[in-house]
Each structure stands twice: as structure tokens, then as C-alpha cells.
Nanobody, 115 residues
């Protein structure tokens, strides 16, 4: 099992930046894939970015070139640096961890972008 705690959400103007953090309760090297998802009310949860235990990253087309996923293994923390934010990025952002066939979620953090 793993517990995930997100932080860093908030209100930012369009074009601004935010960095989300996700602290895991175990070593990132013991987690197959860490990722970020987002959800707006009435819509399905949407994949944003992932990073594997080997360091491979992938991004949704909607955020490619603006968002960067990274990790600090010493702190068991994964980050999502979000630049050039747009109103369409407004959502609750969730951290996700996959360990073999099990999936774990954080509680979510709200990101709001004002136009």
C-alpha cells in the first residue's frame, strides 16, 4: 500500500505557473508508475502525466510543452510543474500510484486559473 498527499494547488492568473507536489509514504523506486490526473465536475477523470520508476515520462497532448513531471527520490515526492496555465486547466488534480495491479489515489488539490 501507499498513501499519497498532494499540495500546491491554488488560484493563479492565466499564463501563470503552479507547482503541485505529491508525497508518497514509500520509496518511489517501489512504485511502478506515478502520475497526475485531473477532473472537472461532470466529466471523467483525465490523465495528465506519468513518470515510471525508471524515470520515463509521458504527457497528455493538452499539456505537452507546458507541464513537467519530475521526482525527488530522497523525499519520495513527485512534482507537476505547470506553466502557461489556461482556464481550461481548471480542475481538481489527483496524484496516482500504480504498484503491480493496485492503484492508489491522493485526496486531490484544486487548481483554479482566472482569465
Amino acid at each position: 500500500q501507499v498513501q499519497l498527499v498532494e499540495s500546491g494547488g491554488g488560484l493563479v492568473q492565466a499564463g501563470g505557473s503552479l507547482r503541485l507536489s505529491c508525497a508518497a509514504s514509500r520509496s518511489l523506486f517501489s512504485i511502478d508508475v506515478m502520475g497526475w490526473y485531473r477532473q472537472v465536475p461532470g466529466k471523467q477523470r483525465e490523465w495528465v502525466a506519468t513518470i515510471t520508476s525508471g524515470g520515463t515520462t509521458n504527457y497528455a497532448d493538452s499539456v505537452k510543452g507546458r507541464f513537467t513531471i519530475s521526482r525527488d527520490s530522497a523525499k519520495n515526492t513527485v512534482y507537476l510543474q505547470m506553466n502557461s496555465l489556461k482556464p481550461e486547466d481548471i480542475a481538481v488534480y489527483y496524484c496516482n500510484a500504480r504498484i503491480k495491479s493496485s492503484v492508489y489515489w491522493g485526496q486531490g488539490t484544486q487548481v483554479t486559473v482566472s482569465s
